[in-house]
């Protein structure tokens, strides 16, 4: 599975974005999928989680409320919707799927097979 992420970019503190992860080489509808970020010289952060079927989703305690990830198999998309945004959210942001045998979410990094490459999300104070 081929994952790409993007969508991120500069936003004042209080905005919102949207970031999006196209999945490819596999049927998609068989994997949950996660959305983690990571700052330098920091662990990769758990972000949010959804369940293979989209009836799951698990978020990081600062994000809830503020953010919601979604998929739409038909396109073979994850998106990861950010409103409120704080300075402290700034990092890379990545998508990341695993193999998923029932309807569960994921949220330990180490767990997930296939990982997309970073967008990079800035927001000004």
């Known amino acids: 599975v081929q994952l790409q992420a993007y969508g991120g970019g500069l936003v004042q503190a209080g905005g919102s974005l949207r970031l999006s992860c196209a999945a490819s080489g596999g049927f998609f509808g068989n994997y949950a999928m996660g959305w983690f970020r990571q700052t330098t010289g920091k662990e990769r952060e758990f972000v949010a989680a959804i369940s293979r079927n989209g009836g799951r989703s698990d978020y990081a305690d600062s994000m809830k409320g503020r953010f919601t990830i979604s998929r739409d198999d038909a396109k073979n998309m994850v998106y990861l919707q950010m409103n409120d945004l704080k300075p402290e959210d700034t990092a890379a942001y990545y998508c990341?799927?695993?193999?998923?045998?029932?309807?569960?979410?994921?949220?330990?990094?180490?767990?997930?097979?296939?990982w997309g490459q970073g967008t990079q999300v800035t927001v000004s104070s």
């Open positions: 990341a799927a695993i193999y998923s045998y029932g309807n569960y979410t994921v949220v330990g990094p180490g767990l997930y097979e296939y």
